[in-house]
Every structure is written in structure tokens, then in C-alpha cells.
């Protein structure tokens, strides 16, 4: 399995001898900055960028590929194990991420994948996403609520709105959507600032925010520039609005009413140029009904506030087995078992739907990497599907989330066929196909568990 050309980009010789034994036309770039020409004209079936070139470097080489509408893959070579990392890349448009610089049956996947061609990648693109969902956006989701969330994305981001308010609990994608609204009206060379409210003291957050002039309090012993100046006509992303604290409440609603603010110690005005994107976990006008936000500045935010639904909500469901199916075949923990793992049991997809999500997607995404990690068959049953991965730490002893210490899969699969074959009221047929196995390996499982038909089973039901 080759590709024509293929071009590194970075000084390591370790992937350029990765990439050796898959191309007969290697070509190297030093950095990104060198490469846009390149690109031009070698036209490569692959680029492969790697450890070597700063993370800010890269992510900005990325939303440039696909700003200039650069349409070859680009794979990620990491130089550690850091699945954020993965996930943050894939989300800037990598075609796929590679744990280190010498898996070459990794690489061979990967190129296999590439050699399929756009067909299977533009079915991805419209099995995962609706049509409103721009291609440099990543928000899965076909569901009315998920179509209702980008229509708003969408329209705040064309708009002027400045202050963007997303709401939503913990887990349903703010972050993602604060992304979206910022690379549809800014695109991908401003820059988008996160900062979380509640990771910082009050002071630190104002210096943060706003910058200090040397000599304005102890430590300040030099001058310093803060976020709000720094992203320019970016984006500052404040995650946790909630939670600040009530004296830089106020400051801030100067800043969204005056666009201007100062530094801390300092008099000189600053033009403040940015989109401000807030986000909260909690209902804001409940907090301001309890007095921990000022009300001024929920209603100064609130112009045309972008709600994400949890993952339980009836007009969210539908997205639950979309999402699954799109974080199996993402997967950053196990990439390797991606190709061969095709789905759910159909026990497995009842508990996902079933199940109340308080983490929502980041919360199923990690059930579905622990789920893939376990896994050895090529679906995912219910015995890998661990919705309460803190009972296995208390010893708590339902049947699919068995305590850590008598933990076996053989058990659970045991009492997964148990349960399977009395739902099924004991026609193999059906629980086999409940488990998402053939009758014949239900059979070698019956014997080789020894697991019994109970007496009291109704007349009729005999096994099929
Ligand atoms: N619609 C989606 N499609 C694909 N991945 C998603 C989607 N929504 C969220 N995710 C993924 O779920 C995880 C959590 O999303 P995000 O950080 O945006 O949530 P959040 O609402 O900001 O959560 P928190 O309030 O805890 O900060 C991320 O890994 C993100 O990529
Ligand atoms: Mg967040």
C-alpha cells in the first residue's frame, strides 16, 4: 500500500524514515511556513506533520489547509500519548492523529483509509453532520436540536452580536460551538483565547484579563498585556461565566458597553477589538435571581444566546448512536481497533439510549473509548459498556458495572448471555441476535458457561 507523493513537514528523520517505505517520492519542509508552495506544486496524496513543530504552529497550519481549501490529508505525528491533543487536531481538520513516529502498521491504515478515496470521507461527512453544518466545523449531530443549535451558530456568527452567549450543562459541546461561532466570523488566522473563570483567583483573572502596568501591586514587576488586547480582533472565549467573581462582573460589563478598558494600575484607555464568547454550565438568570450574577450584565450578554440541550433530552436522543458510532470509528485511545470495530451490539446501543448522560458527550465519548479499549470482539457489547465507571471503584455490584475487584469479563459475558437468552425468553435466535453474535457462537458460550434454562420458564418457549 503507497501513495505517490508524500511530504514531511518537520526536521525529525524519524518520520521521514516512517513515511520511507510508503512512497517512492518523499519530500521534506522544515516548517510549515515553507510549505504552502510546496503543496503547490507537488500536489501530495499525503502530508505528514510532526513532533518538532510548535502545537500553535501546527494547529495554525491546519486551519490554514483548510481555509485554502487544501483538500490532501494531513496526519498528525505526536510525540506523546496526549489524547486532547488528538481530539483538539481532529477537530482543525487532521485527517488522523499517530501516537508516535514508529507505527508503520498504523501508517499503513491510515494510507489504506486515504487510498479508499473522498467517496467513503464525503459519506462520513453527511452520515455525521447536517447539511447546515459548515466543513470547518466538527459539530456531530442530525438531531432537530443539534439542526436548531447550528442555525443559531450560524446566524450569530454572520451577525455583529458581540457579547455570544452558549449555555448548556456540563459536557454538551460549548466549547466546540464558542470554536464554531469564532472560525465562521473570524476564520482560522485570528485568534480564539480561552480562559476559564473559575481556574483563577479574582486578581489573577483581572491581570489576565485586562493586563497590569509595572509596579501596580507586589509582584508586578514588569508590564503585561492581557487577553483582551492580545487576541486582537479574535475571540476571547470566557468559559464558566458564571463563576465571576462579582467585582470583575462589573468591569467586564464596562468593557462589552464601552469596548474599551484599562489596564490594572493603569489609565490609558484600550480599544477593546474582540468577539467576547461567554459560557455557562448554569442557568444564569437563576443565578441572578439568587444574586450571584449581576444583572446588568446576564442581559448584556444575553442578546441572542445559543442553547445546547443535554444528550437526554427528548429532541437530543437521536444523536446519541450518531455520536457513538462517530467516536468508534474517531477513536483516539485504540485508533488501531477503529477499522475493525463496526458498531453496538443491540443490547449496548439500548443502554446508551437508555442511559441518563449527566456528562453528556464528553461523558459518552469516554465510555466509548474505555468501551473500545476493553473490547475484543468486533461490536461492542454490553459487557464493555461501563456507564458508572466510578462504581467499579466503590465495589459496587450491578451486573454490568461489577466491582473492580472481582471484576472478569468472562462473568459479566456469563451474565450477559444469562440475561440475553431470558429477555429472549430463551430463543437463541433472538438472543444471539440481541448480543450481536452468530447462534453458533451463543451455543459454544451456553456450553462453555454452562448456563442453564431455568425450570420456570413458560411452556412454549423452547430454545430455537
Ligand atoms: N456535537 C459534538 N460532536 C462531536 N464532539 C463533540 C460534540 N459536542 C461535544 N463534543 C466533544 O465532547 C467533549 C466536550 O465538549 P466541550 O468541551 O465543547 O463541552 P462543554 O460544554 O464546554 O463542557 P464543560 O461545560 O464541561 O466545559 C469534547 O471532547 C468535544 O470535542
Ligand atoms: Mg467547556
Known amino acids: 500500500m503507497s501513495l505517490e507523493n508524500i511530504l514531511v513537514v518537520g526536521k525529525d528523520p524519524k518520520i521521514q524514515r516512517l513515511a520511507r517505505p510508503f512512497t517512492e517520492r518523499l519530500f521534506s519542509a522544515d516548517d510549515t511556513d515553507?510549505?504552502?508552495?510546496?503543496?503547490?506544486?507537488?500536489?501530495?496524496?499525503?502530508?505528514?506533520?510532526?513532533?518538532?513543530?510548535?502545537?500553535?504552529?501546527?494547529?495554525?497550519?491546519?486551519?490554514?489547509?483548510?481555509a485554502k481549501c487544501i483538500d490532501t490529508p494531513v496526519v498528525v505525528i505526536g510525540d506523546n500519548d496526549n489524547p486532547q491533543h488528538a481530539d483538539h487536531f481532529i477537530s482543525l481538520g487532521a485527517y488522523d492523529y499517530l501516537k508516535g513516529d514508529s507505527d508503520h502498521q498504523r501508517l499503513a491504515q491510515v494510507i489504506e483509509k486515504i487510498k479508499k478515496g473522498p467517496a467513503e470521507n464525503q459519506h462520513d461527512r453527511t452520515r455525521y453532520f447536517c447539511e447546515d453544518c459548515p466543513s470547518s466545523v466538527s459539530i456531530v449531530g442530525r438531531s432537530g436540536s443539534t439542526l436548531k443549535a447550528l442555525k443559531m451558530v450560524r446566524l450569530v456568527a454572520e451577525s455583529s452580536c458581540n457579547p455570544v452567549l452558549i449555555?448548556?450543562?456540563?459536557?454538551?459541546?460549548?466549547?466546540?460551538?464558542?470554536?464554531?461561532?469564532?472560525?465562521?466570523?473570524?476564520?482560522?488566522?485570528?485568534?480564539?483565547?480561552?480562559?476559564?473563570?473559575?481556574?483563577?483567583?479574582?486578581?489573577?483573572?483581572?491581570?489576565?484579563?485586562?493586563?497590569?502596568?509595572?509596579?501596580?501591586?507586589?509582584?508586578?514587576?514588569?508590564e503585561k498585556t492581557g487577553l483582551l488586547e492580545l487576541a486582537g480582533d479574535g475571540s476571547v472565549f470566557l468559559d464558566e461565566i458564571n463563576t465571576l467573581p462579582t467585582e470583575l462582573q462589573a468591569k467586564l460589563l464596562r468593557v462589552l458597553q464601552e469596548k474599551t478598558f484599562r489596564k490594572v494600575g493603569g489609565v490609558e484607555e484600550i480599544e477593546c477589538k474582540a468577539t467576547i464568547i461567554a459560557s455557562s454550565n448554569k442557568n444564569l438568570s437563576k443565578e441572578v435571581k439568587k444574586g450571584a450574577f449581576r444583572p446588568d450584565l446576564y442581559w448584556r450578554l444575553a442578546i441572542c444566546p445559543i442553547a445546547l440541550a443535554p444528550l437526554r433530552a427528548e429532541s437530543r436522543k437521536d444523536d446519541i448512536l450518531l455520536l457513538a458510532e462517530y467516536f468508534i470509528k474517531n477513536s483516539t485511545v485504540c485508533p488501531e481497533k477503529a477499522a475493525r470495530i463496526k458498531g453496538l451490539t443491540t443490547l449496548a446501543a439500548q443502554a446508551l439510549q437508555k442511559h441518563h448522560w449527566p456528562g453528556n458527550i464528553r461523558e459518552l465519548r469516554n465510555v466509548i473509548e474505555r468501551a473500545m479499549l476493553l473490547e475484543t470482539s468486533n461490536k461492542i457489547g454490553l459487557s464493555n459498556l461501563i456507564l458508572n465507571p466510578e462504581q467499579l471503584a466503590a465495589g459496587d455490584d450491578e451486573p454490568t458495572n461489577v466491582g473492580l475487584k472481582d471484576f472478569s469479563l468472562d462473568r459479566a459475558e456469563k451474565e450477559l448471555i444469562a440475561k440475553a437468552l431470558a429477555e429472549a425468553r430463551w430463543q437463541k435466535t433472538r438472543a444471539a441476535a440481541l448480543l450481536g453474535i452468530t447462534r453458533a457462537t451463543l451455543y459454544a458460550k451456553v456450553k462453555q458457561y454452562n448456563i442453564q434454562q431455568p425450570s420456570t420458564q413458560p411452556a412454549g418457549a423452547v430454545s430455537a
Open 34 to 66: 515553507d510549505t504552502w508552495q510546496m503543496i503547490e506544486s507537488i500536489q501530495p496524496h499525503l502530508i505528514l506533520v510532526g513532533s518538532g513543530i510548535s502545537h500553535n504552529k501546527l494547529c495554525s497550519f491546519l486551519q490554514i489547509s483548510r
Open 167 to 222: 449555555v448548556g450543562e456540563t459536557g454538551t459541546g460549548k466549547e466546540l460551538a464558542a470554536r464554531a461561532v469564532h472560525i465562521l466570523r473570524h476564520g482560522p488566522d485570528k485568534k480564539f483565547i480561552a480562559i476559564n473563570c473559575a481556574a483563577l483567583t479574582a486578581n489573577l483573572l483581572e491581570s489576565e484579563l485586562f493586563g497590569h502596568v509595572k509596579g501596580s501591586f507586589t509582584s508586578a514587576d514588569r
